[in-house]
């Protein structure tokens, strides 16, 4: 008897735990909606569920989504308050963004975090393969004055901040100074690093670390007390934001050596063609009177030390 009740008691647990219901706010397909940290230094996200499925009809809920603030006091919404959207159209895969002139009042680092996390909300619709963006019904343009373009997710690199515990082993080719400070010096070096870690910013670590003992031939070119503030890649473009104290010289390399360490040593990732560097979000700024920060810097193989 004793048994009967007991097998009767678990058959009823079983049963209220499978009549629970799903919480109403999490019915549906889960989407990320992609946002922007307020100080624009890295793409976050949240999560949204809907039943929704027709494209039409998510388009405009997730361009809902990214004008909406959440309840993130850190973050700030994709499209923010002061950049209104004139229209948005959808044909044959790609969604179409006019914004108005305003679009433009965005900071340089602020628009790109932007950009990355419109395309890759929009780019979760399974009929959405690209995204453009207009402009007072202009292409829109980045900083070398090239139109962008149309935009797939995967032109854009995760800055969302994602915990992933597993190592890798990187081959980088890094450059820094000779001994005169009037050449680069070529490097070779494996790196066991966290695969949360995009290869831009681990390059910039790497120079920031400065040489090691075996390097007998190469000289730092960065304060070692220089702090990353943002690293994101765009069109080939790799843009870099520093703390104030990459401006202070290290040892005696020339501004052209410093500068081309950086620009050199990214340069040997498959995906980036050319720096474009920042101080605090700024590149109004000339190095050592030297170096225009404005100007955006692409491979330089003659100062390679033969």
Excluded at 39 to 57: A, H, N
Excluded at 102 to 114: A, P, Q
Excluded at 279 to 302: A, H, P, Q
């Amino acid at each position: 008897m004793k048994k009967a009740n007991i097998i009767l008691l678990l058959f009823v647990l079983l049963m209220c735990v499978g009549c629970k219901k799903q919480d109403p706010a999490q019915e549906g397909q889960a989407y990320t909606i992609y946002e922007v940290n307020k100080e624009e230094t890295k793409v976050t996200e949240r999560t949204i569920y809907t039943k929704e499925s027709d494209t039409d009809q998510l388009i405009k809920l997730f361009m809902d989504e990214l004008s909406h603030v959440s309840g993130n006091a850190d973050c700030r919404p994709a499209i923010p308050s002061t950049v209104t959207l004139d229209s948005t159209d959808y044909l044959d895969g790609t969604v179409t963004l006019n914004f108005e002139k305003d679009y433009s009042s965005l900071s340089l680092f602020g628009e790109i975090l932007s950009r990355a996390a419109i395309v890759r909300t929009l780019t979760q619709i399974e009929e959405v393969k690209y995204v453009a963006i207009l402009v007072d019904s202009s292409p829109l343009l980045n900083p070398s004055g090239v139109p962008v373009g149309v935009m797939t997710a995967e032109q854009f690199i995760d800055n969302s901040g994602n915990v992933i515990n597993t190592e890798e082993i990187a081959s980088l080719t890094l450059y820094f100074a000779n001994e005169d400070g009037d050449k680069l010096v070529k490097v070779n070096r494996e790196v066991v690093y966290n695969s949360n870690i995009a290869l831009e910013k681990l390059v910039l670590e790497q120079l920031i670390k400065g040489v090691l003992e075996e390097e007998e031939e190469a000289y730092p070119t960065i304060d070692p007390m220089t702090k990353i503030v943002a690293v994101t890649v765009r069109d080939g473009v790799c843009y870099i934001n520093l703390d104030e104290n990459f401006l202070v010289p290290t040892g005696n390399a020339s501004p052209e050596v410093v500068f081309y360490s950086i620009a050199n040593s990214l340069a040997e990732l498959n995906n980036v063609n050319k720096v474009q560097f920042f101080v605090n979000g700024e590149n109004e700024l000339v190095y050592e009177e030297t170096m225009s920060l404005s100007e955006v810097y692409g491979r330089n193989l003659e100062l390679v030390e033969e």
